[in-house]
């Protein structure tokens, strides 16, 4: 059976590396591989190949010659995002280098990005990801960033404080926003890679994509599953050593062991939650986000938000949508179904949290929820709770808040919403 598995898992890269969009380099043809079992994630599929006899230059951990992570593409079935070959640095992972670049057929070929990994220095445009890197040790390798102002991560923070700072070990150089991130920083930073997310139509990433650093396409957002994103750190340990005094002759250690071992604990800790909640009767109804504009934005049915939801065993006014991602709904929409909403937890960035006049004022139509006469509103003000910071790939806490919302305190107290 796991020979089969893997077999499937290998016909569906080679579909995926045949549709390949996108990359910089040309690969050679892919070859078999021991492929990683995936229990949640859709659009990651990870290739070892190797005899898994670690060589003398190979970090620990490593035991592959090289390996292959594919990417398909959330927005269009059957293609592919991106694709990359990692290869660990040293006199081995310069042979295969080597050996690779004499491949060459004119068969189906997949346009890809070399990583010599560990990474060491790297350009992370989210904070969920800075987050998950100090969670696995190697928040070191974090040496800029975007967006500093939303990122709520302390040490973060007073790294940033220290760029300019000869001196200093490790600062982290502010590099600007996301969207129009500052290239010139960048460039003083020499990169071994650059972390950010992907979006649909982007175009490309302008004068990043001139730079020759490999972009690392964080699709893991795109992922349904709660347990699916949260898959992907396995992914991100393989790029990155962990921190420490390894002598400068030898690579520290892998930070995939320490991925794979954090993602078994989540696994384990969300599973028990669902089964427990699972005990319960069904429970209240909650609804998640608060106008913008003229739309009201709410989680599909078969999102993230609504499948934590649902195994919360919580009830959720549009449960049976089919969709995976964000609803774009009228007020009015969300109003007819206003009487059914027990709970109204939304999130609110800075100042104090919104009084039920403040509310009132921003729409009066917030009034038709029946958690709004009941005071059943909940808020968390993602300044200064790491919210997506650590919700983003623990989706166990974010499980255990929404089984608080529907069931009470018996789960325990609340540690983002707050009343």
């Known amino acids: 059976m796991k020979k089969l598995y893997i077999l499937l898992c290998g016909a569906t890269a080679a579909l995926l590396m045949a549709a390949c969009q996108g990359g910089k380099t040309a690969a050679a043809d892919a070859e078999a591989g021991d492929t990683l079992e995936m229990k949640y994630a859709k659009l990651l599929t990870i ?41 660990p640095k040293g006199e081995e992972g310069d042979k295969t280098v080597a050996m690779l670049a004499r491949r ?6 997949c346009t890809t990005d070399t990583v010599r990994t560990p990474v060491e220095r790297s350009a992370v445009f989210i904070a969920p990801h800075c987050q998950l890197m100090y969670e696995m040790g190697c928040q070191q390798a974090i040496r ?123 696994e384990k800790e969300y599973l028990k939650l669902k089964a427990e909640a699972a005990g319960y009767p069904k429970g209240l109804s909650i609804l998640t986000e608060r106008k913008t504009g003229n739309v009201w934005y709410v989680p599909g049915g078969q999102s993230t938000i609504g499948i934590l939801l649902k195994d919360a065993n919580a009830r959720y006014i549009f449960e049976d949508d089919e969709h995976s991602g964000s609803l774009a709904m009228s007020p009015e929409q969300i109003l007819t179904k206003g009487k059914q909403v027990d709970v109204w937890a939304f999130k609110y960035f800075g100042g104090a949290p919104l009084s039920q006049t403040q509310l009132l004022q921003e729409y009066d139509g917030y009034k038709a929820l029946a958690a709004f006469s009941r005071g059943n509103i909940y808020q968390v003000d993602t300044s200064t709770v790491p919210y997506f910071e650590l919700t983003s790939f623990h989706p166990e806490l974010l499980l255990r808040e929404f089984i608080i919302l529907a069931h009470g305190e018996r789960f325990g107290k609340l540690r983002f919403y707050k009343k």
């Open 47 to 87: 290739v070892k190949h190797g005899d898994g006899k670690e060589s003398s230059d190979a970090a620990e951990g490593i035991d592959y010659q090289y390996a292959e992570a594919i990417i398909a593409n959330p927005w269009k079935a059957g293609t592919m995002l991106h694709r990359y070959i990692l290869i």
């Open 104 to 109: 060459h057929s004119t068969g189906a070929r």
């Open 144 to 266: 800029g960033v975007c967006d500093l102002d939303y990122i709520n991560i302390p040490d973060v923070k007073k790294r940033a404080a220290l760029s300019g700072n000869t001196s200093a070990q490790n600062p982290i150089e502010d590099c600007g926003s996301s969207m129009a991130p500052d290239i010139e920083r960048i460039i003083a930073l020499k990169p071994e890679a650059i972390l950010l997310s992907p979006f649909e139509n982007s175009g490309g990433y302008g004068k990043l994509d001139k730079l020759h650093v490999p972009i690392i396409e964080a699709a893991d957002y795109m992922e349904s599953s709660p347990l699916g994103r949260a898959e992907w750190m396995k992914f991100y340990g393989m790029l990155f050593k962990k921190d420490g005094n390894a002598p400068k002759t030898a690579l520290a250690a892998s930070c995939e062991p320490k991925a794979d071992s954090l993602f078994a604990k989540i």
